[in-house]
C-alpha cells in the first residue's frame, strides 16, 4: 500500500526526532568518523529528501521560507555524489 500523506509526514517528524536523537551531546567530529553516526544521519536526510517529495505544492507554498529544492536536492547529492560531501558541510544541514 502507497504511504500517506499523513504517513510521509510523520516520516519527515521521526527523522528529524531521529537525528536530534543522533546527534544529542556530539559535536561535528561524530560525522567526520563515517563509521557509525554519519551513515545513519545521512539515512535520516535521505527519508526527509524523499518524503518532501510527496508534499502537496500547496502546503509547501504555505511555507516559502523553507528550502524545499534544497532539501530534495540534498538527496540526491547523498545518494551520487556520496563520495565528495564534507562531514562539516553535513554539519552544517
Same mark, same amino acid.
Not at 500523506?5 to 536523537?21: G, K, P, V
Not at 546527534?23 to 529528501?49: K, M, T, Y
Given at each position: 500500500?502507497?504511504?500517506?500523506?499523513?504517513?510521509?509526514?510523520?516520516?519527515?517528524?521521526? $527523522?528529524? $526526532?531521529?537525528?536530534?536523537? &543522533? &546527534?544529542? #551531546?556530539? #559535536?561535528?567530529? $561524530? +560525522?567526520?568518523? *563515517? /563509521?557509525? /553516526?554519519?551513515?545513519?544521519?545521512?539515512?535520516?536526510?535521505? /527519508?526527509?529528501?524523499?518524503?518532501?517529495?510527496? +508534499?502537496?505544492?500547496?502546503?509547501? $507554498?504555505?511555507?516559502?521560507?523553507?528550502? %524545499?529544492?534544497?532539501?530534495? *536536492?540534498? #538527496?540526491?547529492? &547523498?545518494?551520487? #555524489?556520496?563520495?565528495?560531501?564534507?562531514?562539516?558541510? &553535513? %554539519? *552544517? /544541514?
Amino acid at each position: 500500500m502507497p504511504a500517506t500523506l499523513q504517513d510521509r509526514c510523520t516520516h519527515i517528524l521521526d $527523522a528529524i $526526532a531521529n537525528i536530534r536523537s &543522533l &546527534l544529542d #551531546g556530539l #559535536g561535528p567530529h $561524530a +560525522l567526520a568518523d *563515517g /563509521v557509525r /553516526v554519519r551513515p545513519a544521519f545521512e539515512r535520516h536526510l535521505e /527519508v526527509i529528501s524523499e518524503a518532501i517529495r510527496y +508534499l502537496p505544492p500547496a502546503d509547501k $507554498a504555505r511555507h516559502p521560507m523553507v528550502p %524545499w529544492s534544497d532539501i530534495a *536536492g540534498l #538527496g540526491n547529492r &547523498l545518494r551520487h #555524489g556520496y563520495d565528495q560531501i564534507r562531514s562539516d558541510i &553535513l %554539519w *552544517g /544541514v
